[in-house]
């Protein structure tokens, strides 16, 4: 079964970046639709941003303009750029593939690997 590791995650000042990367155990990484997905404390994970096997990209409406999602087949890594961090912005992000290319909500995903934790503070 396919692995995915996110990592970028850390305290981060409102207004500030962060670079969020998930590498993938798969040699078929290509294929796979892709996803950012994030959980804040007493709500459910939903979807951030999303890339498609052809390129599709969409983002959920809170972070447009300020959140890309981009890939590197060769590199087996998807990554979400974040820009004009809020602190409702604060979570634990996690990434997850799909193998027939499709961009997927957090509620058809059955397994999760550990998540990066993400703190916007002053």
């Known amino acids: 079964q396919v692995q995915f590791v996110e990592s970028g995650g850390g305290l981060v000042q409102p207004g500030g970046s962060l670079r969020l990367s998930c590498a993938a155990s798969?040699?078929?990484?290509?294929?796979?639709?892709m996803g950012w997905y994030r959980q804040a404390p007493g709500k459910q994970r939903e979807l951030v941003a999303g890339?498609?096997?052809?390129?599709?990209?969409k983002y959920v409406d809170s972070v447009k303009g300020r959140f890309t999602i981009s890939r590197d087949n060769p590199k087996r890594t998807v990554y979400l750029q974040m820009d004009s961090l809020k602190l409702e912005d604060t979570a634990v992000y996690y990434c997850?593939?799909?193998?027939?290319?499709?961009?997927?909500?957090?509620?058809?995903?059955?397994?999760w690997g550990q998540g990066t934790q993400v703190t916007v503070s002053s």
């Open positions: 997850n593939g799909d193998l027939l290319g499709r961009v997927l909500t957090a509620d058809e995903y059955r397994y």
């Open positions: 798969s040699s078929s990484f290509s294929i796979y639709g």
């Open positions: 890339v498609s096997r052809g390129g599709i990209k």
